[in-house]
């Protein structure tokens, strides 16, 4: 069984992406690792050269712009970098995901189970979501998506490169049928809302001008306009995280601080609302 990563970047260093970790998270697991490396001026092509392992290979490209729109370039880009895998398999890390070590075995015998399954096209993670910093989880946020694919053309990336759809009906693979896909025993520790207040807006103005090129703000986005610096307003109603990081964190959490004190949620009225609106999720 011969097993690629891959991913793709654009101004990593400028906001911030852990980057080199989501790679060094599989980096010694898989056969190859793809890094599609969009044209940019912060250091994000260095930093990867950096990595200074014979498995990485990079591919230069420049973003569409006219793929603005809905995010889709994200999943041109995505696609790029998967054309570009040789594996049977191909595990797939957003530049602000990282797998944890702790799983990795279970993670490669589900893809030795499934490789004969010529329908399994895939295989489903589970989420943590961190936000503000590294000790807090938004339990709202997303629970599961197909990170593992399979590496013979029959799945690509769509809508804004969060999931992926088979390539012989358009389906979704996470809402089509549950055969195309098993549980991969794994978990997937996402970081894109760990970021100094300041960045995170900057983050989310970028974002923004790929979902809606030229249109007016999106309701419920306008405070990132008005605002330098984003203040996290669910923090206090967050879960607090008492599990482990993956190991290629550690440097970056050990220079890292929480980002203000937070009390007990089951006494903030916020933790109240979203499990009024979203119900409890834990």
């Not at 990595?51 to 990079?58: F, S």
């Not at 520790?189 to 989310?204: D, E, I």
């Not at 990132?224 to 959490?253: C, N, Q, S």
Request: a positive charge; glycine letters at 8%; hydrophobic letters at 40%.
């Amino acid at each position: 069984m011969r097993v690629s990563g891959f991913t793709f970047c654009r101004n990593a260093v400028k906001y911030d992406y852990p980057l080199v970790e989501a790679v060094r998270s599989i980096l010694p697991w898989v056969d190859e690792f793809v890094v599609n490396v969009g044209e940019c001026d912060d250091g994000t092509l260095e930093l990867v050269e950096r990595v200074a392992n014979p498995k990485v290979r990079i591919l230069r490209s420049v973003w569409d712009e006219s793929l603005r729109r809905d995010g889709l370039v994200y999943a041109q880009q995505t696609n790029l970098a998967l054309e570009a895998c040789t594996g049977d398999w191909a595990f797939y890390l957003q530049a602000d995901e990282v797998a944890h070590e702790a799983d990795l075995p279970a993670i490669w015998a589900a893809m030795e189970r499934a490789l004969p399954e010529a329908g399994v096209l895939g295989l489903l993670f589970r989420y943590r979501h961190f936000e503000g910093d590294y000790w807090s989880v938004n339990p709202w946020r997303y629970k599961r998506e197909i990170r593992i694919v399979r590496g013979n053309g029959t799945v690509r990336s769509h809508g804004d490169a969060c999931g992926f759809c088979s390539v012989a009906d358009g389906l979704d693979m996470k809402r089509g049928p549950a055969s195309r896909w098993r549980w991969s025993g794994g978990r997937i520790f996402h970081y894109g809302w760990v970021k100094a207040p300041a960045v995170m807006v900057q983050k989310k103005r970028e974002q923004l001008r790929h979902y809606h090129p030229g249109e007016a703000v999106p309701e419920g986005e306008a405070h990132f306009y008005e605002t330098d610096a984003y203040d996290y307003p669910l923090y206090e109603a967050l879960t607090e995280f008492r599990g482990t990081h993956p190991a290629v964190m550690a440097k970056r959490i050990g220079r890292s601080r929480r980002l203000r004190p937070r009390r007990n949620r089951w006494l903030n009225w916020r933790f109240y609302r979203e499990v009024f609106t979203h119900g409890f999720k834990g």
